[in-house]
């Protein structure tokens, strides 16, 4: 099937991008939501996917689905090559140096609570210091606070200015001699802000511990190459980069996954069992106990062959505009706040609205067909720190346009007329 | 499809701008927290018994439009009933946005006096625990129940370390 993505490179180097043809590679996007135009501003929760990772797991199921590195016979072998062809596609994706740094998990926070529970539990002991900052999601707080819990260790935490970046003068002397493990987002998901990750890899290292790195915001957005940036893990979930959901990735340094122990223990990541002694499998089959979910990872390289494709040097270029653009007309409504302003930001705008509550702005944006997220974003030390309970917000993906931007602040103008706010 | 005014009617607007027996309640002789940890609503129910009437009932807290009216307005329609007739109007509230199939023929309980503009309440599933987080929490501060309520059952007892969706 000829895709918007194929038809693009095909084309060669175009500046913008031509949105109208990609919406049209997105099924989910032409539907009504209470006689409304759907306007999916939900991004950053999950992304919407195209026709072709649709495809690609239907095809895995009508055409070639088995289970993988087991049987012998033509279906087995045509799963686990079209299963291993995704996993190459997802080291090239993130610029691992091999498919042995490439674990396939099923999403971020089974990649932190792996690292949290084999490198963690390994090298973290009494009196030891883990450094995060104040801007993580809940799923690279908590992974670390049990770690902590068990081991007697200290959770640190840098903190975060007004505009939602991390003071680095206090993450710098946050960082000791004690510090084993460094743990930060690439890109806050209720805040936006993009960290300076190379830099505090830089400064991690300089103190010997080891750094991981939350890219589950930051994959959908930039370009990712983790040799570059030099970090030591990171980790990401296909769900944001418009694959499936329950599929993720783990990159690992080789030589801090060849001394790790096993997470999870069953089938696949041995190789041989007796009832004395079990020899592990090696990488990076070693993390990936049990039956995978073979047609998602399989759907997963589809969306990687789709967003490489447009390029995601051109996607961050759209949706800088359109935030750009969303910034400037959000803050001409009376009493909106954006929550977030840090001058490196990905696509997302958290906003409060004078006294309305973002759960009532939440119900009327959806009587316009706007899906926005309300809540803490899963983000609740963020939301302290701006002594707020709640946030609105409104992610942007590739296809989203100005349109649909000036679709939420009508529906915004509509919320202050039925809450008078 | 419904009506957004179904939802947000100039009553529960009135009551969430201007909640009433919004303050603590020093002679309170029963009070409890409750928490809607899906959207941060916090509600502190202050509760004065004397024999068995409610003689004066108070709230604090936070919430969107629909936690606050709900709670300003259960605060006027309590004072002053015996517990078994608060229990009585918990149970026909909570029938009222909860929409109970099979109570859905019947016309709106007339004990439930001015409640009944949270009947609209029943076409939005996602706010429902919003309306009923303050009866709720004054259930809990009568029975004396000391942990805090909460609209999600053992939420700190998941183990996974993860949250919901970003």
């Known amino acids: 099937m000829s895709t918007a993505a194929e038809t693009k490179r095909a084309k060669g180097t175009e500046a913008s991008l031509d949105v109208a043809a990609l919406r049209r590679d997105f099924p989910i996007l032409t539907q009504t939501v209470h006689g409304r135009p759907l306007v999916y501003f939900d991004n950053a929760a999950s992304a919407q996917k195209p026709g072709v990772v649709i495809e690609a797991e239907q095809r895995a199921y009508s055409e070639f689905y088995s289970n993988i590195h087991r049987g ?49 539990r390994k090298n973290v002991g009494a009196g030891d210091e883990v450094l995060i900052t104040g801007l993580e999601h809940h799923s690279n707080i908590v992974p670390w606070q049990m770690l902590c819990e068990e081991k007697g260790a200290k959770l640190r935490v840098a903190p975060l200015d007004d505009e939602g970046q991390v003071v680095m003068e206090e993450f710098e002397r946050l960082l000791s001699p004690r510090t084993r493990i460094v743990a930060v987002a690439h890109v ?24 991981l790195v939350d890219g589950a915001q930051a994959a959908p957005h930039l370009a990712v190459d983790v040799k570059a940036l030099d970090v030591d893990f990171y980790v990401l979930s296909a769900h ?35 009832f004395e002694k079990t020899t592990y499998n090696e990488l990076p089959y070693k993390f990936e106990a049990g039956t995978p979910n073979i047609a998602g990872v399989i759907a997963f390289g589809a969306a990687i062959d789709y967003v490489t494709a447009i390029g995601l040097d051109r996607i961050a270029a759209h949706e800088h505009e359109l935030l750009a653009y969303a910034t400037r007309r959000l803050l001409e409504i009376p009493g909106l706040r954006i929550i977030g302003t840090a001058p490196d930001k990905a696509a997302v705008v958290s906003f409060v609205l004078a006294d309305a509550h973002p759960h009532d702005i939440g119900t009327i944006l959806d009587y316009e067909g706007v899906a926005v997220r309300t809540g803490h974003h899963c983000a609740q030390p963020v939301m302290d720190r701006y002594g707020l309970p709640a946030t609105a917000r409104a992610s942007l993906a590739l296809y989203n346009t100005t349109d649909e931007i000036d679709v939420l602040v009508k529906g915004l103008h509509k919320v202050r007329e039925v809450l008078g706010a | 499809m419904s009506d957004l005014r179904d939802l947000y009617q100039e009553v529960i607007i009135d009551h969430s701008r201007r909640p009433r027996n919004f303050r603590e309640l020093p002679e309170a002789n029963h009070r409890a927290d409750g928490y809607n940890p899906l959207c941060g609503d916090k509600a502190t129910v202050f509760v004065r018994v004397e024999g068995d009437r ?100 053992s939420e700190s007892s998941s183990g996974d370390g993860g949250g919901k969706a970003r």
């Open chain 1, 240 to 274: 944001k980069i418009y694959g499936p959901s329950g599929v993720g990735v783990l990159y690992g340094r080789q030589a801090l996954l060849e001394a790790m122990p096993p997470w999870q223990g069953g089938g696949d990541m041995i190789l041989s069992v007796t």
């Open chain 2, 54 to 153: 409610v003689s004066d009932v108070a709230f604090k807290g936070s919430g969107c439009s629909i936690s606050t009216a709900s709670a300003s307005m259960m605060t006027e329609s309590v004072k002053g009933k015996s517990r078994e007739e608060v229990d009585r109007l918990f149970t026909r509230f909570h029938d009222l946005v909860t929409g109970s199939p099979d109570k859905k023929d019947q016309a709106v309980a007339p004990e439930l006096g001015k409640l009944a503009v949270f009947s609209g309440v029943c076409e939005f599933p996602v706010r429902v625990k919003c309306a009923s987080l303050p009866w709720h929490t004054l259930k809990a501060a009568l029975e004396g129940e000391a942990a805090p309520v909460s609209t999600e059952v």
């Open chain 1, 72 to 120: 012998v016979h033509f279906l087995s072998m045509k799963a686990t090559d079209a299963y291993e062809a995704a996993r190459v596609k997802a080291q090239k994706f993130v610029g691992a140096a091999s498919v042995k740094e490439t674990i396939l998990t099923s999403g971020t926070t089974a990649g932190i609570n792996l690292v949290a529970q084999t490198y963690g």
């Open chain 1, 188 to 211: 806050s998901n209720a805040l936006g802000t993009v960290n300076p990750v190379r830099r505090m890899a830089e400064l991690a290292h300089a103190k010997g511990a080891v750094i």
